[in-house]
């Protein structure tokens, strides 16, 4: 692509996310859209984060441990310490990066369904651990955690007291979309610098890699402790927006459709799980009227979609672009 | 000539089988050295212990006097050993430009962060290896496949880009696993021909090969392996006389050691 129309795209995206979408919502009236939109803007990031373990060569059906994770983290750190939910943001993402490099440096070595299938359980792990460990409170969740604070800088106040806002569904969609702006931002200079060219030589040889001097093991758990951070942070912002957190916030359901969404948008495209979410969930949505038979015509598009379109919707739109 | 490569006393078991037993020898600078031997001889075993994808069970490997059995294979690469595959084995959807390109790892002085961030020396890196794959794509006759996709090549030049991946890695000995399998006469001309010179331009190779007539060809010394035990080691024209090379592939064609 041009330069020119790369930058006129981003602007576009740009003027949609944070004006267009507002202004249309405030026309219309469906305040509950930017719940929604939210949703999927935070899914988005956690469904990122997956498809850069993909671009390892690695299916990861496990990024809802993360996600759970990062919201007990920065709900523990609002409840139980006083922190600001500002702070516990970085830092949910840093202590899930921190726990994927300890996870991953042993069962990164596998490949294939093997890899797939522990990061499976690990959803199933986490859960019971949050319902077993007493700093998680159990089944009972962590409950009435406080919106955002004031965020202040040199005493110039950045971000408002979430608490005083008239309209803070406004506020966490412009955050939520905020961050994803940022991490897709930081995904596409990851897989267009060397480092996506080092990833990408792992996930097609990784034998062959080694041989030209590729520190595998190091590379590939760097990869997934920023994908697991990804995961953390969007977890966290789930429990701020929603004030709670429960060991079923976050299930192996959301783990494999963290996945889907990646398959949805197509794994050779950095962008792809953005709009795998979005239709992904949209898709779901307008299949509710269809009742009991639901899951039944989701599942049987999904299939269709991944024979006819094995490299995802976005290979409809842009030509197929190798490395 | 100082020798580059020290095999001693390399043993390797599998179970109660003794891959490789007691071999020793050594690659002198800048020559072609090829280790033959029958099916089963070793001979696989044997490369995958020189470039540490394989821990030995005893003995040792030196590259110019420094030890490097027992390495991860990415150290043993970066202390100037690198291998090439007897499959062909390419980062099957890059552009070839761009295979050569990462193979240029080793070279790289930026680190990740300064690759995330872009810095000058990651730039300055990145211009300098695409200089540098051109110049080997041109010398290995690639160049006007450069952007092809790695997967679309037909096998003689899977097999050039898979040394092309060795060269750029900038090694000080190149281990050729079976450059010449699956090709015909000619093909096999023309990689014998590239092989040569490739160690007339400096380098130091190690060869693993079947096909006999190519390595009587190439090489400069030969070592022959039978049962995992070094039978012979010496001069093509040597080995063609030696009784018990003659002996270990009695049964074969006369043709088969190129008599």
């Known amino acids: 692509m041009m330069l020119s129309v790369k930058i006129a795209s ?67 750190l609002v409840m139980n310490h006083g922190w600001s939910f500002w702070p516990t943001l970085p830092v949910a993402g840093l202590f899930c990066a921190a726990a994927s490099v300890l996870i991953g440096l042993p069962i990164l070595r596998l490949r294939g369904v093997y890899f797939a299938m522990v990061t499976l359980t690990l959803t199933e792990v986490a859960r019971l651990l949050a319902l077993a460990l007493p700093i998680t409170n159990g089944a009972k969740g962590i409950v009435s955690i406080p919106l955002p604070g004031a965020l202040s800088v040199f005493g110039l106040t950045i971000i408002p007291d979430f608490a005083t806002l008239q309209n803070s569904r406004l506020a966490f969609y412009l955050l939520a979309v905020t961050l994803m702006v940022v991490c897709f931002a930081v995904m596409y200079r990851l897989v267009h610098s060397r480092i996506g060219k080092l990833c990408q030589s792992l996930q097609q040889n990784e034998e062959l890699a080694s041989s030209i001097g590729v520190n595998i093991a190091y590379l590939r758990v760097i990869a997934y402790a920023v994908s697991s951070f990804f995961g953390g942070v969007a977890g966290a912002i789930f429990a701020a927006i929603s004030q709670s957190i429960y060991p079923s916030s976050f299930t192996v359901t959301d783990s494999v459709n963290f996945m889907l969404n990646c398959f949805l948008g197509g794994l050779g495209y950095v962008f792809g799980p953005m709009l795998g979410t979005l239709v992904l969930y949209f898709g779901w949505d307008l299949l509710f009227q269809t009742g009991q038979f639901q899951l039944l015509i989701y599942s049987g598009l999904m299939i269709v979609l991944m024979l006819v379109l094995p490299n995802g919707l976005l290979s409809l739109a842009l030509p197929s672009r190798k490395s | 000539m100082a020798d580059m490569l020290e095999v001693s006393g390399l043993t390797k078991r599998f179970g109660g089988l003794v891959a490789v037993n007691n071999v020793s020898f050594s690659v002198r600078e800048k020559e072609i050295l090829s280790v033959i031997g029958p099916n089963g001889a070793g001979k696989s075993t044997l490369f995958k212990l020189i470039s540490s994808f394989l821990r030995p069970t005893s003995g040792e490997v030196r590259l110019k006097g420094e030890r490097i059995s027992n390495l991860a294979p990415h150290i043993a690469a970066r202390k100037g050993v690198v291998r090439t595959f007897q499959e062909t084995t390419i980062f099957k959807n890059m552009s070839v430009r761009d295979n050569v390109i990462i193979a240029h790892h080793l070279r790289s002085r930026a680190n990740l962060f300064g690759f995330f961030l872009g810095t000058g020396t990651a730039k300055a890196d990145e211009a300098a290896f695409g200089q540098s794959a051109d110049e080997i794509l041109a010398l290995l006759g690639l160049a006007s496949l450069a952007g092809e996709t790695a997967h679309n090549l037909p096998h003689g030049h899977l097999r050039a880009l898979g040394i092309a991946i060795g060269l750029a890695t900038n090694p000080s000995i190149l281990l050729l696993d079976e450059p010449f399998a699956g090709m015909n006469h000619d093909e096999t001309m023309r990689m014998v021909a590239m092989v040569r010179r490739l160690r007339d331009l400096g380098l130091t190779i190690l060869l693993v090969e079947h096909d006999m007539p190519a390595v009587m060809k190439i090489s400069d010394r030969i070592v022959v392996l039978n049962f995992g035990q070094k039978i012979a080691e010496g001069t093509p024209s040597e080995i063609q006389a030696n009784e018990k090379v003659i002996e270990a592939y009695l049964g074969s064609e006369d043709e088969a050691i190129g008599l």
């Open chain 1, 10 to 76: 981003v602007a576009a995206f740009l003027a949609i996310v944070f004006i267009a979408v507002p202004v249309l919502i405030a026309a219309s009236g469906r305040t509950d859209l930017y719940y929604t939109l939210t949703s999927v803007a935070l899914l988005s990031i956690a469904s990122a984060g997956v498809w850069f373990t993909f671009y390892i060569g690695r299916i990861n059906i496990g990024q809802g441990a993360y996600a759970l994770m990062g919201g007990y983290v920065s709900a523990i």
